[in-house]
C-alpha cells in the first residue's frame, strides 16, 4: 500500500471554491479507480489549510491517478486556489 499526505494552504477567499473542484475530483477518482482506497479531503488547523489523505493499492495505482483525465482537469481549476506550492508526503506501508 502506498499513502498520501498533501497539505495545501488555499487563498483567503477561494475557500469554497477549492472545496467544491476537491469534492468533485475525490468522486471521480473513486467511482473510476479501483486502485485508489481512499480520497479524502480534511480542513486542517488554520482555516485555509487544507489535508488530502490518499491510499493507493500500489504504486501504479497511485501513477494512474496522478494521470488520470479528472485529476488533469482539476488542476487548472485548483492551481489559482493555492496560496503557496502544495506540501506532499509519499509513505509506503510497512505493516
Known amino acids: 500500500m502506498v499513502a498520501v499526505i498533501a497539505t495545501l ?3 483567503e477567499g477561494k ?3 477549492f472545496e467544491a473542484v476537491m469534492k468533485d475530483l475525490a468522486a471521480k477518482t473513486l467511482a473510476n479507480e479501483t486502485g485508489c482506497e481512499l480520497y479524502a479531503l480534511h480542513r486542517g488547523k488554520g482555516e485555509r489549510t487544507y489535508v488530502m ?3 493507493y493499492v500500489d504504486r501504479a495505482a497511485l501513477a494512474a491517478h496522478s494521470s488520470s483525465e479528472h485529476f488533469r482537469g482539476a488542476m487548472p481549476r485548483l492551481m489559482p486556489c493555492l496560496a503557496a506550492a502544495p506540501k506532499i508526503e509519499t509513505l509506503e506501508e510497512i505493516a
Do not use: D
Request: hydrophobic fraction near 35%; charge should be negative; charged fraction near 65%.
Open 9 to 11: 494552504e488555499v487563498k
Open 53 to 55: 489523505l490518499e491510499r
Open 15 to 17: 475557500e469554497a471554491e
